[in-house]
């Protein structure tokens, strides 16, 4: 192929003379024919420069193009392929550096997931533990394999569940959760596309008759390696979805008072048939929008961790946000 360099290293071995005016060489040209016997040689072609140190020369003394000699002690005539040499042993070293390295993040994001257990997305969380969930965070930060995020936007890509934030804006949101057989917030989630560069913020509520969700669309503009600009544009309320049947438990506490509930379990029942006669007619409606129109509706997001399954982001009031890709066994 044009311009294809031949400079491959190739063993040579001693040929019998085939011609009789082959057999008419001089003694130097004896001598040389008898050192390419031992040790075995390899030569090494450079075709670019035409010059070689210690070439071999053709009979009648003009230079080879870019023959060079090379001597190598082994048994094997045809010689041994070369050590890798510093460069090989360097790429070993970076590559044993890079899986301890992994082999620790693994074991900080097992840790945290252990910690995050039964927090309530950070809720429900005791002085101590959180500041073992923060010491945990700093170090995952530290060990970023993503240094910019913003230029590794497939892995942002997806859908990603929260599992924990300091966030005090949504504590309230969360204590709902506190409120016995009402409404419990089953999930929170913020969904990434990044050809389109839309965020969604999702919350979705499960209550004893219905579910419903309620969604925040934002765009977003990249404005450096980790942070990203969140122009919100509507928000969006899910249509409900009856429950076709409900659960009504013995008793429940209220306000530190076991309650009975078998008297109204007549009640609840008829309010299952009704609901059930109309959940067609709901189900089948459009989610309600509402359009955003003030022009202060923005935020920023600071990624300081990203690799496939984890993503660890700080917002405004050094706001801390945990979330987890949908699917991954950090979930489990």
């Not at 089948?284 to 022009?295: A, E, G, M, Q, S």
């Amino acid at each position: 192929m044009a311009g294809a360099s031949p400079c491959h290293a190739f063993p040579v071995k001693t040929l019998p003379v085939a011609s009789a005016s082959h057999r008419h060489r001089d003694s130097r040209s004896t001598l040389a024919a008898a050192n390419l016997r031992s040790p075995a040689l390899k030569l090494s072609c450079d075709f670019a420069s035409g010059v070689s140190t210690g070439s071999i020369l053709p009979r009648g003394g003009g230079r080879a193009a870019g023959l060079r000699a090379r001597a190598v002690t082994d048994d094997d005539e045809w010689g041994r392929e070369a050590p890798d040499g510093p460069q090989g042993a360097g790429a070993a070293v970076a590559e044993a550096e890079e899986s301890a390295a992994d082999a620790v993040i693994g074991e900080l994001k097992t840790k945290l997931k252990e910690l995050l257990y039964g927090t309530d997305r950070g809720l429900k969380v005791s002085s101590e533990t959180r500041a073992e969930i923060v010491e945990l965070i700093t170090q995952l930060e530290s060990r970023n394999p993503t240094p910019a995020p913003t230029e590794a936007l497939s892995l942002l890509n997806g859908k990603w569940i929260l599992a924990y934030t300091s966030f005090s804006g949504l504590l309230p949101l969360l204590a709902t959760n506190r409120v016995p057989q009402l409404v419990k917030v089953e999930e929170i989630s913020q969904t990434i596309d990044s050809e389109s560069f839309t965020v969604q913020n999702s919350v979705r509520f499960a209550g004893p008759l219905a579910t419903t969700s309620v969604s925040t669309n934002a765009k977003f503009e990249v404005r450096s390696p980790k942070r990203v600009q969140i122009k919100f544009e509507e928000g969006i309320v899910g249509t409900p979805q009856l429950t076709d049947s409900i659960v009504v438990p013995e008793k429940v506490e209220f306000f530190g008072q076991n309650v009975d509930l078998s008297p109204f379990k007549g009640i609840i029942t008829s309010i299952q048939d009704a609901a059930s006669s109309v959940a067609k007619s709901i189900s089948d409606r459009p989610p309600l929008k509402i359009p955003i129109t003030n022009t202060n509706a923005e935020s920023w997001l600071l990624t300081t961790y990203l690799d496939d399954e984890l993503r660890i982001s700080r917002g405004d009031g050094s706001s801390v946000f945990v979330l987890i890709k949908e699917g991954s066994p950090l979930l489990d």
